[in-house]
């Protein structure tokens, strides 16, 4: 059976910054956006960031979900999914909930997913990957859900 709603839907759309077009300042939408362009500044997405492969960001990120097959020179913060392609190239922070990055994506800094338990984040800060058995009972009575880690690729 069909469903009759009386209000009409909303159909979506997907904002461009197409090729070749520069902007500096910041950009804030409640539908997705598709970064072909050049941007300086800061991002705010209600919905999805795809940054194409001829795709430049000089600033901040924030969004819900975000593809990502170009440039970003600085942080990242998505509440969902962030997806890296095989030719994203990223400098700065990345803060994400879930994140899967393709065989050829570089990343030039920090990335942090959930939170870390607090004991476990002090050992690894002085060095220390390896943990006590009062931490690790520590640990498995308060289980973490993600982890934090660092990357450095290059060529």
Known sequence: ???NDSSPSVPSQINLIAVGTTLEGTISTKDDIRVSGKLKGTLH???KAIIAPEGLIDGEVFATDADVA??????????????????AKIEGTIQTTRLIVEEGATIDGTCRMGTLDTKR????????GNVTKGQAA???????KQSSFSLLSGD
């Open 1 to 3: 059976m069909a469903r």
């Open 45 to 47: 997405v209600e919905g």
């Open 70 to 87: 170009g440039r970003i020179k600085g942080d990242i913060t998505i509440q969902g999914r962030l997806v890296l392609k095989g030719s």
């Open 121 to 128: 984040a002090e050992a690894l800060k002085s060095g220390n």
């Open 138 to 144: 520590t640990a498995q009575a308060k289980p973490t």
